[in-house]
């Protein structure tokens, strides 16, 4: 649609779209078993939780999450409970439009198990040495 100004010397022809810039929704890429681990939650604390890795993708601040500095810098976890247990999703932040699922889990306590602790620190180094090598061919080429 076209607005046309005019005010007497001078007219304005503008261009009007209904169309606002969306930024790049960013991919997401899912480390070990982290997906199937998510799928398993409660149908409930699933949806809560896609629906907060979704506002991620959009660029859009979560509305439960807090930085996990102790697994890795840029690493944060998602946060949801029910009657039964705290759910957690711990990601690496947005890398060249991609989130990191490192790792996915449920606890009891508000301690996180030292398994999850090792398990998510483990796949946050995977995924720093694969864009490391990543950049090094890239750098190569």
Same mark, same amino acid.
């Given at each position: 649609?076209?607005?046309y100004?005019s005010?007497?010397? =001078?007219?304005?022809?503008?261009?009007?779209?209904?169309?606002?810039?969306?930024?790049?929704?960013?991919?997401?890429v /899912?480390?070990?078993?982290s997906?199937?681990?998510?799928? =398993?939650?409660p149908?409930?604390v699933?949806q809560?939780? *896609?629906?907060?890795?979704?506002?991620?993708?959009? *660029?859009?601040r979560?509305?439960?999450?807090?930085?996990?500095?102790?697994?890795?810098? *840029?690493?944060?976890?998602?946060?949801?409970?029910d009657?039964?247990a /705290?759910?957690?999703?711990?990601?690496l932040?947005?890398?060249?439009?991609v989130?990191?699922?490192?790792?996915?889990?449920?606890k009891?306590s508000?301690?996180m198990?030292?398994?999850?602790?090792e398990?998510?620190?483990q796949?946050?180094?995977?995924v720093? =040495?694969?864009?490391?090598?990543e950049?090094?061919?890239?750098?190569r080429?």
């Open positions: 649609m076209y607005l100004i005010s007497g010397f =001078a007219s304005i022809l503008i261009r009007v779209t209904d169309e606002a810039k969306k930024p790049k929704l960013a991919a997401i /899912w480390e070990g078993d997906r199937e681990v998510l799928k =398993a939650f149908e409930e699933t809560n939780l *896609g629906f907060e890795l979704w506002q991620l993708q959009q *660029g859009e979560p509305r439960d999450y807090r930085p996990l500095p102790s697994v890795g810098p *840029g690493v944060f976890e998602l946060r949801d409970q009657q039964r /705290w759910y957690r999703v711990v990601y932040s947005r890398i060249k439009d989130i990191y699922v490192l790792h996915c889990f449920e009891k508000r301690e198990p030292r398994k999850d602790f398990k998510a620190t796949r946050f180094k995977t720093k =040495a694969r864009l490391a090598e950049k090094k061919r890239e750098n080429s």
